[in-house]
């Protein structure tokens, strides 16, 4: 077997596998006044940021095209791989992982395994590096799979945005409706569910929110039975990162927590400002 794993770019991915020879990423565009950006390719997160605050529109996002993954997976099964594992942000967010279910049997000769991580940025980034990381010591396919449903069905992650009108108007925050008639001074706690976005509590300050969401991270710690990766995600927000960063690994003895940011596509749809945590399963 000759194994590749392909992502998509709202992956954050570790500095040391961004290289390996076996990681491929497909790029998902956003559109901003009107321009096409494939994120990762054409615009990184500080420059979309930039432009996003200077935008007349309300920005949006696109899937891959069916053509443009077909023709990767193509070049793969050129290069003598036989196996795909396709690792892709939450179906709850994108029907994009969905939809390769459409194409996985179209090429002969090469196994294509479209997986549905049920989170994006960096939990799905750390699922990506764990399958890399598992290949690369000899473990099998199967090993490899149900590693990544460990982590999948072990992984929880809260948010907290500064303006849910992005989630709302994109249709990505499942029970927004609820939430417009009492958004006057609530600074509401998202989650993770089934792999969509939904509301978790209703909190009155940004403060408290963040106190709120500091809290769950430890409750959920207590309940995975194996070690642990802490992360703390931001939409152009490092300052809050790092003191949540620091808050954290206080209240947490013995855990280093990464902080990572939201990349273009999944700040369309978060806003800037926004501040993540996440936990899963090591």
């Not at 590096?129 to 598992?134: F, I, K």
């Not at 949540?244 to 690994?249: C, D, G, H, I, M």
Request: glycine share 8%; with cysteine; aromatic share 8%.
């Amino acid at each position: 077997m000759k194994l590749a794993i392909v992502t998509d770019s709202t992956a954050f991915l570790p500095d040391r596998v961004k290289n390996h020879q076996d990681l491929f990423v497909i790029p998902i565009p956003v559109i901003l006044d009107g321009k096409v950006y494939n994120e990762g390719v054409d615009i990184k997160a500080d420059e979309y940021y930039k432009l996003l605050k200077k935008s007349k529109e309300f920005p949006t996002t696109s899937q891959p095209t069916f053509g443009e993954t077909l023709d990767l997976y193509k070049q793969l099964k050129e290069k003598g791989y036989d196996t795909i594992i396709s690792i892709h942000l939450s179906s709850g967010i994108s029907g994009y992982v969905t939809n390769l279910n459409s194409i996985k049997d179209s090429l002969e000769g090469v196994k294509i395994i479209p997986y549905d991580s049920k989170i994006t940025s960096m939990p799905m980034g750390h699922m990506v590096e764990s399958a890399l990381d598992m290949w690369d010591a000899g473990k099998t396919l199967n090993e490899i799979l149900e590693h990544l449903d460990i982590i999948r069905s072990n992984t929880y992650a809260y948010l907290i945005v500064d303006d849910l009108n992005n989630l709302v108007r994109g249709g990505r925050l499942t029970n927004g409706a609820a939430l417009i008639g009492g958004l006057l001074k609530i600074k509401p706690v998202l989650m993770f569910e089934n792999g969509k976005i939904v509301l978790f509590e209703k909190i009155r300050s940004i403060k408290k929110a963040l106190r709120r969401s500091e809290e769950v991270i430890g409750e959920r710690k207590s309940e995975i039975s194996q070690p642990v990766k802490l992360y703390v995600i931001h939409g152009n927000n490092l300052e809050l990162a790092k003191k949540e960063k620091a808050r954290l690994e206080k209240a947490y003895s013995g855990i280093t927590v990464e902080i990572g940011h939201f990349g273009p596509v999944i700040g369309t749809h978060l806003g800037e400002k926004a501040i993540g945590f996440a936990i899963c399963a090591e």
